[in-house]
Every structure is written in structure tokens, then in C-alpha cells.
């Protein structure tokens, strides 16, 4: 496993979420390609830690689907599963519809302003190909809009099981002129909700969630190692 080192962890917070964490996000960014080994012994010694806290962290992630576990043999970084994709996005738009709805109706000014800020910063990493930092704003949208309709436990639960997903949402990104149609998708649906458009808040969410399973064909031909059918 070689990837770029690592900030060192919080020794005031437990280690196996930090680990758990800094190990999800490199999966889902890809920067841990699926078939990936991760060794316990390996980990360990990068965090400085017993090995206590990292199989801990790798049973989670095993939850998740993220990683596969083979005992007493070893621990491989899963393909991306489709089927688990598509019900992440079925689960994922099913909630937002409901929550875009109900932003709508409210027509709050100052969350319209905090997501049309939380838009502008995408714009700005737009040009430089910053995809990492660009879906964190991305999921940042997001998780604004689930607060602001008051079910932020739901995208607590959204973001655990979109593992998959997320992950060919990575590989669409380097597509030229996706982020930027991300970043329009995002003020159709924030034009809508200022407007207090249920409908087209609707609309508009709907059709920005449909881009990444409408790619699932490409994904299979351009990195049929990467994917499973599940």
C-alpha cells in the first residue's frame, strides 16, 4: 500500500474512528484503487498504534462494503459493487426529494445564501482540478440542505452506505466539464428553493442525481477491473 503520508492523528480522540476515517476517505477518493492490500502490521506502524485499533477500523469499513475481508489471509480494498450503488441512489433520492421539497416551502433566505456561498467556493476550485477538495464541497451542499430540513441523522445514514457510489462519482469527475456541471445543477436547485419552487426543486435535484447511474456503462468499459455487478 503506498500512499502519501499522513497527518499525524488526534491522541486526544480515539484512534480507530481517525483511522476509519483517513482509510474511507482514500478509498472512496480512489487514491486506495479496489484490490488494494491492506496489511494490519503495515497500518499499524504508519499510525504508530497496535494493531487493536486498525482491525477495528477494517470491520467498519468491512460494514460499509469498502473493504474484504479474508482471515487470517488478508484485507483487499472491495470492488465498486453496482448493485449497492444503485440502492444507495435510489435511498439518496428518495430523501432529497423530500428534503429540496421542503426547503422549498420554507424559502429560508439565509440557507439560500449559505448554499450559494458553499457554490461559489466550488467555482473557484472549478479551474484547478481540485476534485478531492471539490467533492468535499460537494458533500458539504448537501449535508447543508439535510440540516437545514432538520434530518441531518439521515445523511448521517445516507453518507454510510454511498461508499459505491461515491466512488464512481471519482471517476466521472476528471470528465471534462462535469464539476462545472455540477456547479449548475447546484444553483438550479438553489434558484428553485429561493423561488419557492417545490416542483423545480424537485426537477432540478432529480436530474442531478441521475448523471452518475447513467455512466454505469462507461464505468464498465473503461474500468470493468474496478467493478463488480454484486
Not at 474511507?24 to 487493536?52: D, K, N, W
Not at 416551502?105 to 482540478?129: F, M, N, P, W, Y
Amino acid at each position: 500500500m503506498r500512499t502519501k503520508e499522513p497527518d499525524a492523528l488526534d491522541r486526544s480522540r480515539h484512534a480507530a474512528p481517525q483511522v476509519f476515517e483517513r482509510l474511507r476517505e482514500m478509498i472512496v477518493t480512489l487514491e486506495l484503487a479496489p484490490a488494494t492490500v491492506l496489511s494490519r502490521t503495515e497500518l499499524a506502524s504508519r499510525y504508530g498504534l497496535s494493531q487493536t485499533p486498525v482491525r477495528d477500523a477494517l470491520m467498519k469499513l468491512g460494514e460499509e462494503g469498502l473493504v474484504d475481508i479474508f482471515p487470517q489471509h488478508a484485507t483487499l480494498v472491495s470492488r465498486i459493487n453496482l448493485k449497492s450503488a444503485t440502492q444507495a441512489h435510489f435511498l439518496r433520492r428518495s430523501v432529497e426529494l423530500e428534503v429540496v421539497r421542503v426547503l422549498a416551502e420554507q424559502g429560508d433566505a439565509e440557507l439560500v445564501a449559505h448554499l450559494r456561498a458553499t457554490i461559489a467556493s466550488q467555482r473557484k476550485v472549478c479551474d484547478l482540478k481540485d476534485y478531492p477538495k471539490f467533492l468535499k464541497l460537494d458533500q458539504a451542499f448537501h449535508q447543508q440542505m439535510y440540516e437545514a430540513a432538520g434530518v441531518s441523522e439521515l445523511w448521517d445514514l445516507v453518507r454510510r452506505v454511498s461508499g459505491h457510489i461515491d466512488r464512481l462519482r471519482h471517476l466521472h469527475l476528471p470528465v471534462e466539464g462535469k464539476t462545472l456541471a455540477v456547479v449548475k445543477d447546484h444553483e438550479g436547485i438553489v434558484d428553485a428553493i429561493a423561488a419557492r419552487d417545490p416542483e423545480g426543486a424537485r426537477a432540478a435535484l432529480n436530474a442531478h442525481l441521475s448523471g452518475t447511474l447513467a455512466r454505469i456503462d462507461e464505468v464498465r468499459r473503461r474500468h470493468p477491473e474496478y467493478v463488480t455487478e454484486g
